[in-house]
């Protein structure tokens, strides 16, 4: 079965300390992988996709097919990070219909 | 563009009642997702509609659960008969085009059964 492992559950950092929230995956084929994000009182929104391979608000994220791992990395955590981050590769089913399947999500904690 | 539209904010039922929820997707989106969050759990795929068709009903509850996405109109996702266990924060998403595309998500409907 596809999955995905967002192993810590809560991640704290301090304020301008690095932080790498982890995610794993299991899919056959070629990935389509997503991070979503969510802050305190606001929608779930997109936050970067790997094909594109750009840094929003400072974060990347590489896609290592050796390890089926999707981490996302900021060098300099802020406080306005903190926030539900959610890893989501897409999958595509015998029927070829394509999901997202979603990680139980890493609170990350940016403390002053 | 308002943006992805879901009511009621919260629903309150009893065991036993019917509960509807509604999605408007955003101006000329035409695909719908919906999702549930259990307590302490992440999001869970329910089902993936296209206008007046049902895409991808995998993720749903072979029982009490439907969902619709009409010509016309909203979204629809009914519950029949809810039972404690549904209890849980139902989100919305719609994209322009099929998955791949970027999905903008809607606040959520959080339904209590007492």
């Known amino acids: 079965a596809q999955r995905v492992t967002q192993p810590e559950k809560l991640l704290s950092v301090f304020k301008g300390a690095p932080v790498e929230l982890k995610c794993n995956y299991s899919y056959s084929g070629s990935p389509e992988l997503f991070w979503y994000v969510q802050y305190s009182r606001q929608r779930l929104q997109l936050l970067l996709r790997h094909i594109s391979r750009e840094s929003i608000k400072g974060f990347t994220a590489d896609l290592n097919k050796g390890e089926t791992s999707f981490h996302l990395k900021k060098p300099f955590a802020q406080e306005e990070d903190s926030a539900m981050y959610y890893c989501?590769?897409?999958?595509?089913?015998?029927?070829?219909?394509?999901?997202?399947?979603w990680g139980l999500g890493t609170s990350l904690a940016v403390n002053p | 563009n308002a943006g992805v539209m879901q009511n009621p904010r919260h629903l309150v039922r009893r065991r036993g009642q019917e509960a509807r929820l509604r999605c408007s997707p955003m101006?000329?989106?035409?695909?719908v997702y919906w999702y549930r969050q259990l307590p302490e759990e992440g999001l869970k795929f329910m089902v993936y509609?296209?206008?007046?068709?049902?895409?991808?009903e995998s993720g749903m509850p072979k029982e009490r659960f439907s969902a619709e996405f009409p010509k016309e109109g909203p979204s629809i996702l009914r519950i029949q008969q809810v039972v404690r266990g549904d209890s849980a924060a139902y989100f919305c998403?719609?994209?322009?085009?099929?998955?791949?595309?970027?999905?903008?998500f809607g606040s959520g409907t959080q339904l209590s059964v007492l």
């Open positions: 509609l296209q206008k007046e068709n049902i895409i991808d």
């Open positions: 101006k000329g989106h035409s695909h």
């Open positions: 998403a719609s994209s322009p085009a099929g998955v791949g595309e970027k999905l903008f």
């Open positions: 989501a590769p897409q999958s595509v089913n015998a029927g070829n219909n394509r999901k997202l399947i």
